[in-house]
């Protein structure tokens, strides 16, 4: 039986970590994803020298992954302060052990964290306001945490809040808008909010969720957290479905 011959990385040669044509050791690979935020936030001014950001820190994978990211490379940058913020929607047996997370992150990282629920600001958390209202859970708890977020930067006085989407959520999004002939949301998908909202940036939408997980694993902080009772059939999960069987036929499609 001939052994198989270990994956190197292209730059220094150690055993690889990451495979799908670009071969990389963990370093190398680690490297190369802290260089695509950076690249993005630069080419696109996504964060300016003096500015103060906000960071929707839910304790999942691609928020903390945000966190730990800006955390590292935002001292390059003059004068720029991050403070994360965590909604707490007051869900039973799902939400308490994201929050501890969030928590412990922060404070690793050394960086200001704020806790708003949704009792606090809308009397009851998510399983009574439910009971008041025909909707999906997903969607009056969407809504309910992007008004939150919102207040919360406003009330800190913060142009910016960044966000976790990632390459794969920019492209269910868009799918989603093409099924549901969305055109006004096709349209206007890049264009920056106006008004009194605050300015949303996605530094890891130039990452798949491939890249984000395993540089969350390489760097400690991913989790394995109970999914939310409240998930289940959706659009996008249908979509989801859809661009993962596309990728096990064509693999190069996700980079």
Same mark, same amino acid.
């Given at each position: 039986m001939v052994a198989e011959t270990p994956l190197l990385c292209k730059i220094c040669g150690a055993n690889a970590v990451s495979g799908r044509g670009n071969f990389l050791c963990e370093i190398h690979f680690c490297e190369m994803v802290e260089k695509k935020v950076r690249a993005h936030i630069e080419d696109q001014n996504l964060i300016l020298n003096n500015e103060h950001i906000a960071v929707a820190l839910s304790g999942g994978k691609d928020s903390s992954v945000l966190l730990y990211i800006l955390a590292k490379i935002l001292p390059e940058f003059e004068g720029v302060k991050l403070t994360a913020i965590t909604v707490d929607e007051g869900i039973p047996n799902y939400r308490e052990e994201t929050l501890t997370y969030a928590q412990e992150l922060a404070t690793f990282l050394n960086i200001e964290h704020r806790i708003v629920s949704f009792r606090e600001n809308f009397g009851a958390p998510l399983p009574d306001l439910l009971k008041k209202r025909n909707v999906s859970a997903c969607t009056l708890c969407g809504v309910l945490r992007r008004k939150i977020l919102e207040q919360e930067t406003f009330s800190m006085d913060v142009p910016?809040?960044?966000?976790?989407?990632?390459? #794969?959520?920019?492209?269910? +999004? !868009?799918?989603?808008?093409?099924?549901?002939?969305?055109? #006004?949301?096709?349209?206007? +998908? !890049?264009?920056?909010n106006s008004g009194k909202e605050s300015l949303r940036i996605k530094p890891l939408s130039v990452l798949n969720e491939h890249e984000i997980a395993l540089y969350g694993i390489l760097k400690g902080i991913f989790h394995e957290f109970p999914e939310c009772p409240y998930a289940g059939p959706s659009l996008r999960a249908e979509v989801r479905q859809i661009f993962l069987d596309l990728e096990t036929k064509y693999p190069k499609i996700t980079g």
């Open positions: 910016k809040l960044a966000t976790g989407h990632s390459l #794969d959520d920019e492209a269910e +999004t !868009a799918m989603m808008n093409i099924l549901t002939a969305n055109i #006004d949301a096709i349209i206007n +998908t !890049a264009s920056p």
